[in-house]
């Protein structure tokens, strides 16, 4: 796993709630949020809570893929993801077809 994303809200559990989780059990693993509520409040909880980054939504794709790519880079400079090859993205990460086919 390269990197978590995220939203804030959705069934079951927030993405607050999800995001203590996550850093415990994957330190090593950036996430970035996303959520229709850009609020300051909720943007200090998530940075925080260890996000590393808050989209709100509408999403701005190309400010996203930004975002990804300079985790995935960071990842890859800090051995995160151990042996994986970062120099051209999984396409599965610029389509929501893929996740919902999972």
Not at 75 to 80: F, L, P, S
Request: aromatic share 4%.
């Amino acid at each position: 796993m390269i990197l978590i994303l995220s939203d804030i809200n959705m069934p079951g559990m927030t993405g607050l709630e999800l995001l203590p989780k996550a850093t415990a059990a994957r330190p090593d693993v950036p996430v970035i949020m996303i959520t229709a509520y850009g609020d300051a409040d909720t943007k200090r909880k998530a940075l925080e809570g260890g996000a590393e980054a808050l989209l709100t939504k509408p999403i701005d794709f190309v400010a996203l893929r930004g975002e990804i790519d300079n985790r995935v880079a960071g990842a890859g400079a800090e051995g995160r993801g151990r042996d994986e090859d970062f120099s051209s993205p999984p396409a599965h990460l610029w389509t929501g077809r893929a996740l919902q086919e999972n």
